[in-house]
């Protein structure tokens, strides 16, 4: 038997990470060449050229508002082919319309590409299968029996229809909202659904079907104790729902036809909320939880059904950072994960309906060759799946094979165009990699400018270094100036704390792309130059001003003080914080609790926040913000939200909170933020009791935001220092890289 330990083991170690059998990786080639990673492996009696997985990540809002997969889809698996990746999973597809009112809007459109109801969506995917063909890769849909109660409770407003689940639960959205439960007759059109998705994708030319059974979405809710709890009825036996349908895939499509199965091995809710899962109201009823050793043994059943492969992780909506790992948690965190599973399989001879083992893909921040060949020849899993990192280099896999590893574009782990975008009302992108899911848009190969120009380019952060990179594909003459001694900017000092290593992987990407550009004759660099009307005036036909932004010191009694100090002069200081006993950090979002969760559980600090509004991270993706907290308020940073500073001393701040019972706990992790458009009419509203604190401080650090340093940019135009002057990055709007290197490749793609 395999007890829940290495789920507590893991949750503790996921908050100092660096403190266990986790490090922070970078993008050598030391096992170069890989042998196991670029060694073929058979799938049922599918042979896939390697062991590289795309994981799910696209289509949400990428496909026709009828489900038919658009070119822009089509482009951007068709692109991840080309790379080198063995097989391509889909996003989302749902198979529930009319059943799970969550998955469709107002006029029977869909955010998710569809496979059903209409012959109009199949050429669509036909189209999809050929692309990824011609490339020599593979590729399963992943089918999904729908959202449930992770769904959006918009339904209600626009169907007059409550989301369903496998028993009442409430909505993760909004928890007001009861789920209802969807009955025993819709359950059983469901599984015939199943088998007729899969039946379509096997005539389209798609190579096997990818069950999401994780996560929460609908498929574990009826397949996980926790949420269904029926008392009546076969689908009682919550095995029941996931087996059938795996039965009716393998009678439709029969028994050469490759299924794939994402689970999680566990929900991890009493790991990572413990005692407090009795607090929290909207969690209360899940704790009866599927154990470990249950899911093994469902593995098993789902094998003896026709499953012939799974991915394996811990979490779900409710710990969110769980199942999709931000920037904050450790690389290759389920490795462990991945070999109780595989150990599971061998020691109990479980072999597939084809007679093979049964390969287990590993998942977790792999994107780093050396770590995911290691765990291969270790026998921890058979594949690896990588997600965002063939989002922010679709070549990683050819990269790696050839050994050119340190040419790799490193996701950063940010969340923010893979995921909060589309959850904003976009379609999934990348932060590092402007082109992504633009594949439709931007050929591969940059255009020549038919006059090349004189551009001079401001600033060495990321979007200047994709300026320069976009404007010498042009075939431009650039002088790219850097008022400090090196390359990367703000990210200089925020890849400071160890929970930014992807950070500092980025930084040092830019670092070497600007070092390779230095033979190219059409490139200057000026490092340790301030650039200045005088020096540019009359010396450039263009000039892109990429100067980034700078901190705003907010008016308060006492700013001025010795012992107060902004977050960059705290990053790159770090002798100052570490002589300090008691930090005040004012302003509680992104830089200001990343700067808490670094001084407390890097350097032991006694360490409190005070933010204005009612939650930290508000502007944060909810994996991130997630992790980020959790851990502050584990390891007992003290947060003073909906308060204001209006005195800082040499030893103390002093600040007016409300505190009243009516505000809201600031590390509530098992609830997301709503976008700013979504008004949640349920909403306990908070009323005002406000007390004046004295909060000890021998340090001060100011996290309140950020303006644009947009000075040169306005003097430049005023003087007319060129014919073309633009501004881009942080210079137009403080954002994060995402909007930096957006807008660095589109403007400079086009002078």
């Not at 799970?100 to 006029?107: C, M, N, Q, R, W």
């Not at 029926?230 to 393998?250: A, L």
């Not at 782990?413 to 590092?432: K, T």
């Amino acid at each position: 038997m395999v007890n829940d330990k290495i789920l507590y083991d893991l949750e503790d170690n996921f908050g100092d990470w660096w403190n266990h059998n986790f490090e922070a990786p970078t993008l050598s080639n030391k096992l170069y060449p890989y042998t196991a990673m670029f060694s073929p492996i058979t799938v049922n009696h599918l042979t896939l050229k390697n062991r590289l997985v795309m994981g799910p990540m696209g289509n949400i809002n990428m496909a026709e508002e009828t489900g038919r997969p658009s070119q822009k889809m089509i482009s951007y698996f068709a692109e991840r082919a080309k790379g080198g990746v063995g097989l391509i999973t889909t996003g989302l597809i749902p198979v529930s319309y009319g059943i799970d009112p969550t998955v469709k809007e107002l006029g029977d459109l869909s955010y998710f590409p569809r496979i059903d109801r209409t012959r109009t969506v199949f050429s669509g995917w036909r189209e999809v299968a050929a692309g990824v063909h011609s490339h020599g890769s593979h590729i399963f849909i992943q089918l999904t029996a729908g959202l449930g109660r992770v769904g959006n409770p918009q339904c209600l407003l626009t169907q007059f229809k409550l989301p369903v689940s496998a028993s009442w639960n409430p909505n993760f959205y909004m928890p007001q909202i009861p789920c209802q439960r969807i009955s025993g007759h819709k359950l059983d059109k469901l599984v015939k659904r199943f088998g007729q998705s899969a039946a379509d994708a096997k005539a389209l030319n798609i190579d096997g079907v990818y069950l999401h059974g994780h996560e929460g979405y609908l498929l574990e809710q009826l397949t996980n104790p926790a949420f269904n709890r029926r008392s009546m009825g076969k689908y009682s036996d919550w095995q029941r729902f996931g087996i059938d349908v795996v039965k009716e895939i393998r009678k439709r499509t029969g028994d050469r036809y490759p299924i794939m199965y994402r689970i999680d091995l566990s929900l991890a809710l009493n790991a990572t909320y413990q005692e407090k899962i009795e607090q929290i109201k909207s969690l209360k009823k899940f704790k009866n939880e599927r154990t470990v050793q249950q899911t093994l043994d469902y593995m098993a059943n789902l094998v003896k059904a026709g499953v012939d492969m799974f991915d394996v992780d811990l979490g779900c909506y409710d710990n969110w950072w769980l199942p999709h790992p931000p920037a904050s948690m450790p690389s290759g965190c389920y490795l462990d994960v991945a070999q109780i599973v595989k150990d599971y399989f061998k020691a109990n001879k479980i072999l597939s309906n084809a007679g093979k083992e049964v390969p287990v893909v590993a998942v977790g921040k792999l994107g780093y060759p050396d770590l995911a060949e290691k765990a291969l020849r270790d026998n921890k899993c058979d594949m690896i799946m990588l997600a965002r990192p063939l989002l922010a280099d679709p070549d990683w896999p050819n990269k790696a094979y050839s050994g050119n590893c340190e040419k790799i574009n490193p996701c950063i782990g940010c969340h923010e165009a893979c995921i909060r975008e589309f959850v904003e009302g976009g379609h999934p992108q990348c932060a590092v990699n402007p082109r992504t899911a633009f594949e439709d848009v931007f050929s591969r190969e940059i255009p020549l400018a038919s006059n090349p120009q004189k551009v001079a380019v401001i600033g060495g952060g990321p979007a200047g270094v994709v300026a320069v990179k976009t404007l010498l594909g042009r075939g431009h003459n650039v002088t790219l100036f850097e008022k400090n001694s090196e390359i990367g900017g703000t990210l200089i000092a925020a890849g400071v704390p160890k929970i930014k290593f992807e950070i500092n992987n980025y930084v040092k990407h830019l670092q070497n792309e600007i070092e390779d550009l230095k033979s190219n004759p059409n490139f200057k660099l000026k490092l340790n130059t301030t650039a200045t009307v005088e020096n540019l005036k009359g010396k450039f036909d263009v000039i892109v001003v990429a100067t980034g932004s700078h901190i705003v010191t907010p008016k308060i009694d006492g700013v001025e003080n010795k012992n107060v100090v902004t977050v960059t002069e705290a990053l790159l200081n770090v002798d100052r914080v570490k002589n300090a006993k008691d930090i005040v950090i004012i302003g509680g979002g992104d830089s200001g609790c990343e700067t808490a969760y670094w001084a407390k559980l890097e350097l032991n600090k006694n360490v409190q926040i005070v933010e204005m509004t009612e939650n930290l991270m508000a502007d944060t993706c909810t994996a991130n913000r997630g992790h980020i907290l959790h851990y502050l308020d584990k390891s007992g940073v003290i947060t003073h939200n909906l308060s204001t500073v209006y005195k800082i001393t040499k030893d103390a701040v002093i600040i007016s909170k409300n505190v009243h019972k009516s505000v809201p706990n600031p590390y509530n992790t098992w609830q997301p933020i709503l976008p700013e458009n979504v008004e949640n009419p349920l909403a306990p509203k908070i009323s005002t009791k406000l007390e004046n604190k004295l909060l000890p401080a021998d340090l001060v650090i100011l996290a309140i935001g950020t303006r644009p340093q947009n000075e040169l940019y306005f003097e430049l135009v005023k003087e007319n220092a060129a014919p073309n002057i633009y501004q881009i990055g942080d210079a137009i709007k403080p954002g994060k890289v995402f909007a930096a290197t957006k807008s660095a490749y589109r403007t400079c793609r086009d002078i």
